[in-house]
């Protein structure tokens, strides 16, 4: 298993990741979720920093279309049934070896994709079998800044982050 000081692509789930993995459905029955605003800077601050950034998702829905577009990330793959596999494409897709590739999850859906990628990340409120298979568990529960902090981690490790740090402070 590679280590956080050379990844070169971050590949997000959403829902419990990005999201606290809660549903919430207005009255007319569209569905939406709730993304942190911690989690946004910190994924630009990967893209800034040299780190590209996909998400790989189980679920299907116009909001994460939205919310990648916003953040601009440009590799997406939503209504996964193989999460494995599907991050073999988008490690392919990126130009980046799966030895270089970290996943972010948080349930058994993401145990394949961990087992593939170089560097598997789970939030601190992961299922007990994601935290066990991960290489670093976020102090922080999904939706609530874990990947912020996964981020500040990757980028502490490639000696980026008082670069990340500096910019704030000009």
Same mark, same amino acid.
């Given at each position: 298993?590679?280590?956080?000081a050379?990844?070169?692509l971050?590949v997000?789930d959403?829902?419990g990741?990005?999201?606290?993995?809660g549903?919430?459905i207005?009255d007319?029955?569209?569905?939406?979720?709730?993304?942190?605003?911690?989690?946004?800077?910190?994924i630009?601050?990967?893209?800034?920093f040299g780190i590209?950034?996909a998400?790989?998702?189980g679920?299907?829905?116009?909001?994460?279309e939205?919310?990648?577009?916003e953040?601009g990330?440009?590799l997406?793959?939503?209504?996964?049934k193989?999460?494995g596999?599907d991050?073999v494409?988008?490690a392919?897709?990126?130009?980046?070896?799966?030895?270089?590739?970290?996943?972010?999850g948080?349930?058994?859906?993401d %145990?394949? @994709?961990?087992?593939?990628?170089?560097y598997?990340? *789970? &939030?601190?409120?992961a299922?007990e079998?994601?935290?066990?298979a991960?290489?670093?568990?976020t102090?922080?529960p999904?939706?609530?800044?874990a990947v912020r902090?996964?981020?500040?981690?990757? %980028?502490k @490790?490639q000696?980026?982050?008082?670069a990340a740090? *500096? &910019?704030?402070?000009?």
């Amino acid at each position: 298993m590679a280590n956080a000081a050379t990844i070169q692509l971050l590949v997000l789930d959403v829902d419990g990741v990005l999201t606290d993995g809660g549903l919430y459905i207005d009255d007319k029955g569209k569905p939406s979720k709730q993304f942190n605003v911690k989690d946004g800077l910190g994924i630009k601050l990967a893209q800034r920093f040299g780190i590209q950034v996909a998400i790989l998702t189980g679920k299907t829905s116009q909001v994460v279309e939205h919310r990648a577009e916003e953040l601009g990330i440009e590799l997406v793959i939503q209504g996964s049934k193989d999460k494995g596999a599907d991050i073999v494409s988008l490690a392919e897709r990126a130009g980046v070896p799966l030895s270089d590739t970290a996943m972010v999850g948080d349930d058994l859906p993401d %145990l394949p @994709a961990f087992k593939v990628a170089g560097y598997a990340i *789970a &939030v601190g409120d992961a299922a007990e079998e994601a935290r066990h298979a991960a290489a670093f568990v976020t102090s922080r529960p999904g939706g609530r800044g874990a990947v912020r902090e996964a981020v500040e981690h990757l %980028l502490k @490790a490639q000696n980026k982050w008082d670069a990340a740090v *500096a &910019v704030f402070n000009e």
